[in-house]
Each structure stands twice: as structure tokens, then as C-alpha cells.
């Protein structure tokens, strides 16, 4: 039985640490089902790799604390899709929760070079996502007060107050939380990041889980 999404963006947290255990396949076809619809929704590349026990076994991997990570994400697609990377992969993210895997945004701490990479013409590799079944479900992180992270002039709608908590939850590099939200007087929404590791990416992740929180449609303002 599938967690209902919302329940699934509260319990999510970052996971390093997995069981030496193989996704199971009924699982494994849901995923790689989820991740079809993506790709064709996003135009990007996601592909997931099972029981691959290398790209994880460096010094870096070892630093970022990775343990028994034989299952990850690749991302690639066109260049400047950064902040679609963050939103489409954190759609994935989120699924992965709901049918009972854990997962974690992996910017550097793998080893490229033991990753079998096909990019095919004018595609980039942008970076990947680990998952599997998690020794432990992770824990929450703290978080920045929602006054520094979003602008709305007068009484803040309960709308936009649900979209910024959804928001205050979703991952970001070394946990910067560098974005900042405004409703403007035309009911558009701002979304803006600030530079720093894999901000353009963040401000996808954040943008969707605004939109969870939200429950409306989001005019985004166009920047």
C-alpha cells in the first residue's frame, strides 16, 4: 500500500545508510514505470541502476558516510535543466517514499568514473540519487524560520503558509535552504535562489514541494 503523498514529503529525510538488501522487483518495475512517465514528462534522462556495488566505494563515498548504496539515480539531459533536474527528480524522490524506500541527493560524493555512463549527443550529466532500503529513516533537518525564507505583504494566505512548510521540508545542498519565495500583488509567486552549491537544482526541489503544500495551482512568475 502506497503512503499518501503528503505523509510521504513529512516523513522523508535523508538517507546514507542502507540494508544489503536488493530492491524487490515488484518494486523495482513500479520505480522504473514512475521513472518512464518522467522522463517523457521533463525530457530529461533518469535511469535507475540496481545492485551496481562500485560508484560508491571511494574515498569520497566513504567521507560522505555511503554505506551498502548498490542502488542509485542517474540524471542527465540538456544543458541549463537544472532547476527541472530538481523538481522532476524530486517527483521521484517522492514516490520512492511512498512505496517504502529511502533515499538521498548525491551531488559529488560517489566516483564518476565507475559509473556506466552513456550520454548520448549534447546531453549533460547533472548528478544522482541513492536509494533503497535505509538502515534508519534519517532525520529532519533544521530549518531556516519561514520569515527568512519568504515575503508576502499584508496577512499571509493559508495557501501560501501550507506551500512554505511543504518548502521548509524539501532538501537542499548542506542543507543552505538559499531561496526565497514572494506572493506578488498580481497572485503570481517569485521564486528566486541565491548562489551557492546546486542552488538552480534546490529551487526545483523547493518549488515542487511548495506546490504539494500549496494545493492550488501556482502561477509562477516567469525570471
Given at each position: 500500500?502506497?503512503?499518501?503523498?503528503?505523509?510521504?514529503?513529512?516523513?522523508?529525510?535523508?538517507?546514507?545508510?542502507?540494508?544489503?538488501?536488493?530492491?524487490?522487483?515488484?518494486?523495482?518495475?513500479?520505480?522504473?514505470?514512475?521513472?518512464?512517465?518522467?522522463?517523457?514528462?521533463s525530457g530529461l534522462s533518469f535511469e535507475l541502476v540496481l545492485n551496481e556495488k562500485t560508484a560508491f566505494t571511494g574515498p569520497l563515498a566513504h567521507y560522505g558516510k555511503f554505506e551498502h548504496c548498490y542502488n542509485y539515480i542517474i540524471i542527465k539531459g540538456p544543458a541549463k535543466r537544472e532547476e527541472d533536474v530538481g523538481y522532476y527528480g524530486e517527483k521521484i524522490v517522492i514516490y520512492a517514499q511512498q512505496i517504502g524506500l529511502n533515499t538521498c541527493w548525491v551531488a559529488l560524493t560517489y566516483s564518476k568514473g565507475k559509473l556506466n555512463l552513456?550520454?548520448?549527443k549534447g546531453e549533460k550529466f547533472y548528478l544522482l540519487i541513492s536509494i533503497g532500503y535505509g538502515?534508519?529513516?534519517?532525520?529532519?533537518?533544521?530549518?531556516?524560520?519561514?520569515?527568512?525564507l519568504c515575503r508576502v505583504n499584508g496577512e499571509m494566505p493559508e495557501w501560501f503558509k501550507n506551500g512554505m512548510d511543504f518548502a521548509m521540508r524539501a532538501p537542499t545542498?548542506?542543507?543552505?535552504?538559499?531561496?526565497?519565495?514572494?506572493?506578488?500583488?498580481?497572485?503570481?509567486?517569485e521564486a528566486k535562489s541565491f548562489f551557492g552549491p546546486c542552488h538552480k537544482i534546490d529551487l526545483g526541489i523547493v518549488k515542487y514541494h511548495f506546490e504539494l503544500g500549496a494545493k492550488i495551482p501556482?502561477?509562477?512568475?516567469?525570471?
Open positions: 500500500m502506497e503512503l499518501e503523498i503528503d505523509k510521504a514529503v513529512v516523513k522523508r529525510h535523508s538517507v546514507r545508510q542502507y540494508q544489503d538488501r536488493e530492491i524487490e522487483k515488484d518494486l523495482a518495475d513500479k520505480l522504473n514505470e514512475f521513472i518512464k512517465a518522467i522522463n517523457l514528462e552513456r550520454l548520448e538502515r534508519h529513516r534519517g532525520l529532519p533537518r533544521k530549518s531556516k524560520p519561514m520569515e527568512d545542498a548542506i542543507n543552505q535552504q538559499r531561496f526565497m519565495i514572494t506572493l506578488l500583488e498580481n497572485g503570481e509567486v501556482i502561477k509562477w512568475k516567469k525570471v
